[in-house]
């Protein structure tokens, strides 16, 4: 049921992930295929946002568990003072994995929603190890962001961690 809801909120899957180059404090880069090799889950969030920063503590926990083996979250704060807010989001939540920002601008090439469609936030997209979007959600689907948010993300990147491919990245997390 979970990958019809992906479909029918996005085009085609699996494609490519587009080009996302992720900002974070202090000027520092980096790009989603600086990923590649690894199961990715981007999550696009607002630092003030009580839904997203749930759900960056349950990526807490993944990221935590699951590193070893071969996934890295990723984390887009697209509000406008996201470089304002930042170093703040970082000491209250403790992310265990990069938090940068991006211009909301470019959620919807990345995400691709259908015309008129205003996807609420978190919006989290699964990557296979090749950096092809697998799965994608918008936080308005309460049949995955409810109080099983968490085993839903997990089983979802369990899923593409069973798939084979290398589990090492191109390039080191900043």
């Known amino acids: 049921m979970l ?8 085009q085609e899957l699996p494609r490519q992930a587009p080009e ?5 404090a ?8 600086d990923y590649e090799g690894k199961v990715v889950l981007v999550a696009f ?4 946002c009580s839904h997203c920063q749930h759900t960056v503590g349950i990526l807490n926990g993944i990221q935590t568990d699951l590193g070893k083996r071969g996934f890295q979250a990723v984390g887009l704060a697209v509000n406008e003072d996201a470089p304002e807010r ?10 265990t994995f990069p938090v940068g920002y991006c211009p909301a601008s470019d959620l919807p090439g990345f995400l691709q929603p259908p015309p008129g469609q205003r996807p609420l936030a978190p919006l989290l997209a699964f990557l296979d190890r090749k950096g092809m979007i697998r799965f994608e959600i918008t936080g308005s689907d ?12 997990r089983t979802e990147v369990l899923k593409l961690l069973a798939q084979s491919g290398p589990a090492h990245a191109r390039k080191a997390t900043p």
């Open 26 to 33: 202090g000027g520092k880069t980096a790009k989603v295929s």
């Open 142 to 153: 309460s049949s995955f962001f409810n109080d099983r948010e968490a085993d839903h993300i």
């Open 86 to 95: 930042l170093a703040e989001f970082y000491d209250k939540f403790k992310p």
């Open 3 to 10: 990958l019809l809801l992906a479909s029918a909120f996005g």
């Open 20 to 24: 996302e180059i992720i900002h974070f």
């Open 45 to 48: 969030i607002l630092t003030g």
